[in-house]
């Protein structure tokens, strides 16, 4: 703020603001804001407070009239740069500063906005190692989109930096939409956002602000009247005073000073009125510099105004205290006088003197978005056009895109209906092309559908092809795959017609995979099949590895699975023989996938493991943490859960793996996580992956997040959540042509259903087994038929039958799928138990309770123990002694049960470790170790639960 506002009663303030500051530039840096309604004294404050300090301070400010991209931020560096010199080219990646800094020399080519954040962040780095810094940004409120994004982005990168970006903003003037609104939105997601609020003063206070103005201790009746019509604004208490001395309205009475006993007129009662009291005692000349001033903005090039209004009423106006002069510019000294007097100004006028002021900017090759705000102020709306959309092109240059966004839209509502048609969807096009850039799908939806309207009215299929290709990827973006897929389909159409093969068999094979992805597996090898022909006129190579891959990834998902592996490698060994890059690394990960489905998991893990060493050695980084997730699944069918576990964490603590690796990540950790019996923590990594896999149509991942919801459930005793969960993947598996991955869900569906006696629900996922094993005929696909058999026998008496039927699938399975053997080798055991044959029944309940402990499926393994002890075995003779104390004590080990029954008697870890002679370090591994295998999420819920399981017997 250019004025200053006396701080009468605002230590309470200033002690808050220097604290918030000293902390932040110690090393916590950050956004501090400050925030409060017009002419309080904000910017007053904090320039108070910074006075005292020896920190670095740069100073910026948005400006009402000329909002450029990045300008506060701008002015900030200049200010240092004027400072240090040589101080803006010695950071990394300076040269792309060029970018918002015209005068560090040509712009670079290859910029990007991250590239220039980074490079903005960099350069305060930098800064903050000379000395602690302080970035004042004053009138946020004013504030564009493309600044708030850059804070953002400097919150995150100056976290523990010592530079603090301090804000200013007026509370009252952030509307719904604002970007600052975004920004404090972003900010409390993050908990990050702090912010002083600067209140109105009190009556004292603002009693003894005006006894400074008036230079007199005020009377009564005085000070009661300032603060009625002020309500303790400051900058309104120091005009009304101001006001009433230049009118002569007020006289010294015993030592204070009181309205005049004889005044008539009355007392001002805005701001406003304030401000124009003092203003007539301004000559005609210095109104009319003024005026122009005002029209001008808060800030404005002094030779400008001086140009249009003499300088003589530019001087009177600074000695009058409306104007001051910073860093040899004109500013009002507050904007509140500004407001004052433009609202002043009659209406003809004020277009007047934005019409000279647009005029005289454009002859000065002024920023056009300057140029453009004072033509439409003057009513010049075809003038102001071009302005705005050469401003727009200016903004997208510096990755503005929302104030890009902005400045098309604005063009538009310029636009005459029926005048420059063309010109105006070309515009149109760009507003789409900004608001996507800038994250807007539903405004890029609604720019690029008026256009496709025109398009399709004209029958203007060059414009109507690409359009759909656009529109399809928003309606991507929104989840809207069934508008995606027409889109895209209308865009293959489209370029068929033009001609355009590359592009058409494009879009068909785009559509294509995602319908492989979503299991509509028919529909995608008819796409692929329709698209055949545009990649033989071709003769791209490169479409024709992509189109053998994903046919051969879809026929092995069909079943066909010889033929489909085969085409796989024909795709890859084209790629990879032509030096194709990116259709390599896609058909290795699609080679790898059908090997997957086809159960060849050890070649799969090979497969993928070698497409994620490729992908990485060409610099397809996120391709190569897709395929690298992708080892999970695999991993966890041939046991090696550890490994899995390992690879999935590698996942999630990457900072910058795609969406869908993290998805697939979090969902086989989780399913690890249930099997092991640590169902809490598995249920945010399952919910994730289900949410993921659900908006992006990926239903392979959706069966597994599901069911390992649903187990989790059952492991609970949650049964009615568990009943409804498998109950809707059946349903949804009905719907889908997804084999591989419906084999190990229908398997466990069909056991629980058993359990919980739901027959009708039993037969249908039975049925939905003998349909998959028949369509994809691999050993694990039978292998599941061959259980859900036995589990129809068991249920109908057949205990024989049921014995057969699972050792069946035992035999077809081998090592195929550890655990999955394991689970049919316990129902094997209770059937051959209700057929009389105990000691078959017995080695069996062995196998699979060894199977399980290797595997660390702690609730399989005691589900096996529990099935012994019901025979009356002796579990510590047939499974060892760790065995029947787990079973004894909830799975718990000796030293556990010993941490718990002292947890429950309230002992901290460091007791417990004083008392059991180890490290406090242990016993919380201990104790995390208990709360995980009870299920519980507190000491004392741990506590109950053992009570109820009567694990406190012997309590220290």
């Not at 002015?75 to 740069?81: D, L, N």
């Not at 702090?194 to 603002?206: A, N």
């Not at 007097?341 to 005029?359: C, F, G, K, N």
């Amino acid at each position: 703020m250019p004025g200053g506002i006396d701080l009468v009663g605002r230590e309470r303030e200033r002690s808050a603001l220097r604290e918030a500051i000293v902390t932040a530039v110690g090393g916590h840096g950050g956004i501090l804001l400050v925030a409060g309604e017009s002419g309080v004294g904000k910017s007053a404050l904090v320039e108070s407070v910074l006075a005292e300090a020896q920190w670095l301070v740069l100073r910026g400010a948005t400006d009402q009239r000329a909002v450029r991209p990045y300008a506060p931020v701008v002015e900030a560096i200049r200010a240092y740069g004027r400072a240090v010199p040589d101080g803006l080219l010695g950071s990394p990646l300076s040269q792309h500063l060029a970018l918002i800094l015209p005068e560090l020399g040509p712009r670079p080519s290859d910029t990007d906005q991250a590239t220039l954040f980074e490079a903005v962040g960099n350069l305060f780095e930098q800064i903050a190692r000379r000395k602690p810094t302080v970035m004042f940004l004053d009138d946020l409120q004013w504030v564009d989109g493309a600044t708030a994004e850059l804070l953002l982005h400097l919150d995150r990168v100056l976290e523990e930096a010592p530079v603090l970006v301090l804000g200013a903003y007026r509370s009252d003037e952030v509307p719904r939409g604002h970007p600052l609104r975004s920004l404090r939105s972003e900010l409390r997601r993050r908990r990050r956002l702090r912010e002083l609020t600067v209140e109105p003063l009190g009556p004292v206070d603002t009693a003894d602000l005006a006894a400074r103005v008036l230079r007199a201790r005020l009377g009564k009746r005085l000070a009661a009247a300032v603060y009625d019509r002020t309500q303790g604004v400051p900058f309104f208490v120091e005009e009304f005073a101001s006001a009433l001395a230049a009118a002569g309205r007020v006289e010294q009475a015993g030592g204070t000073v009181e309205v005049g006993s004889g005044e008539t007129l009355p007392l001002p009662d805005t701001v406003k009125e304030a401000v124009l009291l003092r203003a007539e005692r301004l000559s005609s000349v210095g109104r009319h510099s003024l005026e122009i001033a005002a029209a001008a903005g808060l800030r404005f090039d002094l030779e400008l105004v001086v140009a249009l209004g003499g300088a003589d009423g530019i001087d009177e106006a600074i000695e009058g205290g409306f104007l001051v002069e910073v860093d040899h510019q004109g500013a009002f000294r507050h904007d509140l006088i500004r407001e004052a007097i433009y609202d002043d100004t009659p209406w003809t006028r004020r277009r007047a003197y934005h019409r000279r002021l647009a005029e005289e900017l454009e002859g000065r090759g002024a920023p056009p978005e300057a140029v453009a705000e004072h033509w439409l102020a003057g009513g010049e709306r075809d003038r102001a056009r071009p302005s705005l959309l050469a401003a727009a092109e200016r903004f997208c240059q510096v990755h503005a895109y929302h104030d890009a966004a902005r400045a098309v839209h604005r063009a538009i509502e310029q636009w005459r209906e029926g005048e420059d048609e063309d010109e105006r969807l070309a515009a149109l096009e760009r507003l789409g092309g900004y608001a996507q850039l800038h994250g807007d799908l539903a405004g890029a939806l609604r720019a690029w559908q008026e256009v496709l309207e025109v398009c399709q009215r004209r029958g203007d299929l060059k414009a109507l092809a690409p359009l759909e290709r656009r529109l399809a990827g928003i309606y991507e973006l929104q989840g809207g795959w069934d508008r995606a897929l027409a889109a895209r389909i209308a865009a293959a159409d489209a370029f068929a017609a033009l001609g355009m093969d590359f592009e058409s068999a494009t879009e068909r094979l785009v559509a294509a995979s995602h319908l492989q992805s979503a299991a509509k597996l028919t529909a995608a090898l008819e796409l692929v099949a329709s698209a055949a022909s545009a990649v033989e006129r071709t003769g791209s190579t490169e479409l024709r590895a992509r189109t053998l891959s994903l046919e051969g990834q879809i026929r092995t998902k069909l079943g066909d699975t010889e033929r489909g592996v085969e085409l796989a490698r024909e795709g890859l060994a084209l790629a990879l023989a032509e030096n194709l890059i990116e259709p390599a690394g896609e058909a290795y990960t699609r080679l790898a996938s059908a090997l997957e489905h086809s159960s060849g998991y050890p070649e799969a893990i090979d497969a993928y493991s070698a497409a994620t060493g490729f992908c990485h050695q060409q610099g397809l980084s996120g391709m190569a943490e897709i395929c690298f997730a992708c080892l999970a699944p695999a991993m966890i069918k041939t046991g090696e859960w550890d490994r899995a576990v390992e690879v999935c964490r590698a996942i999630l603590d990457s900072g910058d793996a795609p969406a869908a690796a993290r998805a697939v990540a979090a969902t086989e950790l989780g399913v690890v996580y249930v099997l092991r019996g640590a169902t809490r923590r598995a249920r945010r990594l399952l919910s994730d992956g289900l949410g993921f896999a659900r908006r992006n149509e990926v239903f392979g991942l959706e069966i597994e997040a599901a069911q390992g919801l649903a187990r989790a459930d059952a492991l609970e005793g949650r049964v009615e959540d568990a009943v409804f969960r498998a109950r809707d993947l059946l349903d949804r598996i009905a719907v889908r042509e997804e084999r591989h991955y419906s084999v190990s869900a229908l398997h466990w569906i069909t056991t629980f259903f058993g359990h919980q006696g739901l027959a009708a629900d039993r037969a249908r996922a039975a049925e939905l087994l003998t349909r998959t094993a028949a369509a994809l005929g691999t050993a694990e696909a039978v292998a599941g038929l061959g259980h859900a058999l036995g589990e129809l026998a068991l249920a109908d008496g057949d205990a024989a039958g049921a014995a057969q039927h699972f050792i069946d699938a035992i035999d077809i399975l081998g090592d195929l799928a550890p655990y999955v053997r394991a689970e049919t080798e316990l129902r094997v055991a209770i059937a051959l138990t209700a057929e009389g044959e105990r000691q078959l029944a017995i080695e069996r309940l062995t196998s699979a309770y060894r199977a399980a402990r290797r595997l660390g499926a702690r609730p399989l393994a005691t589900a096996a123990a529990e099935e012994l002890a019901r025979l009356g075995e002796q579990v510590e003779r047939r499974l060892g002694r760790r065995a029947a104390s787990e079973l004894q004590h909830a799975g718990l080990s000796r030293r556990e049960l010993e941490v718990l029954r002292l947890v429950s008697v309230g002992r901290t870890n460091r007791e417990i470790a004083k008392v059991l002679f180890v490290s406090p370090r242990t016993i919380e591994m201990h104790v995390r170790n208990v709360l995980m295998k009870l299920g519980c999420r507190s000491r004392t819920e741990a506590t109950h639960r053992a009570a109820e399981l009567d694990l406190l017997q012997s309590s220290a």
